[in-house]
Structures are given as structure tokens and as C-alpha cells.
T-cell receptor
Framework: DAGVIQSPRHEVTEMGQEVTLRCKPI?????LFWYRQTMMRGLELLIY????????DSGMPEDRFSAKMPNASFSTLKIQPSEPRDSAVYFC??????????FGQGTRLTVV | RKEVEQDPGPFNVPEGATVAFNCTYS??????FFWYRQDCRKEPKLLMS???SGNEDGRFTAQLNRASQYISLLIRDSKLSDSATYLCVVSSGNTPLVFGKGTRLSVIA
């Protein structure tokens, strides 16, 4: 298996633009997680899905952030409009129920 | 109180040294415990799970103290390649993993 695949690896965008991050989980994993990592706050859970259904989005910072999982093999995290304080590394991870999570390589987002 | 707390370090140790990291967690219902390792500009990767009786994997030993809600990781005979950030991770059943902010280790030649 190729593991969790994220794209793009790097994204530089201007403030106010829409940003879409993509994730393909490991085949067969029921859970998909979106995390954000910054120096100040460490790894924070934004939202997670179970069988494509959003379970807990309480970590989503504000309405500018949205996430979807239209099928078992694809998820997106969208930021609209983006702001400089959104600059971070965004990780997608997937797991089986109650098991260890495997992470993608992350998307390094810079909003200027 | 944060759910998972770790000393951020950095820990700077010479090659061959023994180093220990500690972590405390606030949720007494936590059931699963792990140490992840994260290299600079890379994703977190599982280092080892932590079992109630304590467990060892080569130079690495993990211990859990449920009464004190405390987890530890001991690295013996440190290698340069052990330099990384070590993340303490806790979960309650099927809930998502909760990460500490990590402890940075630098092993110096």
C-alpha cells in the first residue's frame, strides 16, 4: 500500500484566496483525520470522519474552514478565504477503529 | 490543563547517553498510549505502543503509570539518528489520537 497520500506537498497563496488540500487514506481504513501543526500549538485535530461521515469538527478554527469526504478514498480540506495565520503544516491521517493512525507527508501551507 | 503535557526540551545529550522523557495525561478514561517520532519537516510516525506492564523494543523502553496518569520513554545508548521530536499520544477507545507538543532530542557526537 502507498500509505496516506496528500497533495499538494507545498502551497503558497495570497491572503484571501481559496486553498484546497487533498487526501487519499489507506485503503480499508474507516477513520480519516485532519490535523494542523504549528510551532506554537503543536499538532491539533481539526476534524475527523468515520466511514465518510464527519464525527467531530469542533477543532475547525472557524467558518472559513470546511472539510468533505465524498467517498472512502478521498477527502478535502478547504480554506476560504485564507489568512496569513492559517500558515501551517496540515496532515491527513487514517486508521482502523481503535488502532494506530498513519500520517501522510503533509501539506506545508504559506499564506502571504 | 492540557490533555497531554510534555517537557518541550530540547534535550541535548552525547552519543551513548541514556535519556528519559515523561508525559502526563489528564483524561483518566484514556485506554491507548503511544510514542510517535517526528523528524524535521516530516510526518509523525509510530515509534512504539505503550502497554500497562511496560514494554521494550531494542534500546527503547516505554512505561505507563495509570494511577499517576504518566507515561515515560527511555532511550539507552543514544545514537545520532535518534535526534528527532518525540510525541506522547493518548486515545480513549475509538476516539482520535491526542498528541502532546513533543519533546525535542538532539544527540551530539
Amino acid at each position: 500500500d502507498a500509505g496516506v497520500i496528500q497533495s499538494p506537498r507545498h502551497e503558497v497563496t495570497e491572503m484571501g484566496q481559496e486553498v484546497t488540500l487533498r487526501c487519499k487514506p489507506i485503503s480499508g481504513h474507516d477513520y480519516l483525520f485532519w490535523y494542523r501543526q504549528t510551532m506554537m500549538r503543536g499538532l491539533e485535530l481539526l476534524i475527523y470522519f468515520n466511514n465518510n461521515v464527519p464525527i467531530d469538527d469542533s477543532g475547525m478554527p472557524e467558518d472559513r474552514f470546511s472539510a468533505k469526504m465524498p467517498n472512502a478514498s478521498f477527502s478535502t480540506l478547504k480554506i476560504q478565504p485564507s489568512e496569513p495565520r492559517d500558515s501551517a503544516v496540515y496532515f491527513c491521517a487514517s486508521s482502523l477503529p481503535g488502532r494506530v493512525a498513519f500520517f501522510g507527508q503533509g501539506t506545508r501551507l504559506t499564506v502571504v | 490543563r492540557k490533555e497531554v503535557e510534555q517537557d518541550p526540551g530540547p534535550f541535548n545529550v552525547p552519543e551513548g547517553a541514556t535519556v528519559a522523557f515523561n508525559c502526563t495525561y489528564s483524561n483518566s478514561a484514556s485506554q491507548s498510549f503511544f510514542w510517535y517520532r517526528q523528524d524535521c519537516r516530516k510526518e509523525p510516525k509510530l515509534l512504539m505502543s505503550v502497554y500497562s506492564s511496560g514494554n521494550e523494543d531494542g534500546r527503547f523502553t516505554a512505561q505507563l503509570n495509570r494511577a499517576s496518569q504518566y507515561i515515560s520513554l527511555l532511550i539507552r545508548d543514544s545514537k545520532l539518528s535518534d535526534s528527532a521530536t518525540y510525541l506522547c499520544v493518548v486515545s480513549s477507545g475509538n476516539t482520535p489520537l491526542v498528541f502532546g507538543k513533543g519533546t525535542r532530542l538532539s544527540v551530539i557526537a
